[in-house]
C-alpha cells in the first residue's frame, strides 16, 4: 500500500520560509514524478510544483515560481518544498501527491492527471 506522510507545516511570518517534506512507502519511489498542492480555506485546491522522477525537470505554479523550490531525495524516498518569502495568501493545507503510473510527467501533475495517491496534508499558516 502506498503511504505518502508529510511534514513540516506550521506558523512563520510574511517573508519567512519553511520547507516541507514528504516521505513515501510502499513502492519503489524513484520510478515516479511527484507533486505538491494546496488548499486554502474556502478556495479550490490548486497545483503548486511537481518534479520528475530524477528531479532533473520541474514545473512550478505562477504564484509561487522564484519562491518555492521543489526537490527530491530518491535514496531517502522523500520530496521537499522549499518555501521562501511567503506570504499570507500561501496560507493552507500542502498534500503530497503521487502519481497512479510511471509515465505522468510535472505537467501531467501540474494539470491534475493520473494523480492518484495523496498524504494527510500538512498546514502552513503566514501571518501579515
Known amino acids: 500500500q502506498v503511504q505518502l506522510v508529510e511534514s513540516g507545516g506550521g506558523l512563520v511570518q510574511a517573508g519567512g520560509s519553511l520547507r516541507l517534506s514528504c516521505v513515501v512507502s510502499?513502492?519503489?519511489?524513484?520510478?515516479?514524478?511527484m507533486g505538491w498542492f494546496r488548499q486554502a480555506p474556502g478556495k479550490d485546491r490548486e497545483s503548486v510544483a511537481a518534479?520528475?522522477?530524477?528531479?532533473?525537470?520541474?514545473s512550478y505554479a505562477a504564484s509561487v515560481e522564484g519562491r518555492f523550490t521543489i526537490s527530491r531525495d530518491n535514496a531517502k524516498n522523500t520530496v521537499y518544498l522549499q518555501m521562501n518569502s511567503l506570504k499570507p495568501e500561501d496560507t493552507a493545507v500542502y498534500y503530497c501527491?503521487?502519481?497512479?503510473?510511471?509515465?505522468?510527467?510535472?505537467?501531467?501533475?501540474?494539470?491534475?492527471?493520473?494523480?492518484?495517491?495523496w498524504g494527510q496534508g500538512t498546514l502552513v499558516t503566514v501571518s501579515s
Open positions: 501527491v503521487a502519481p497512479s503510473t510511471p509515465v505522468a510527467g510535472p505537467g501531467d501533475i501540474m494539470h491534475n492527471s493520473y494523480l492518484e495517491f
Open positions: 510502499g513502492r519503489t519511489f524513484s520510478n515516479y514524478a
Open positions: 518534479i520528475n522522477w530524477s528531479g532533473g525537470s520541474t
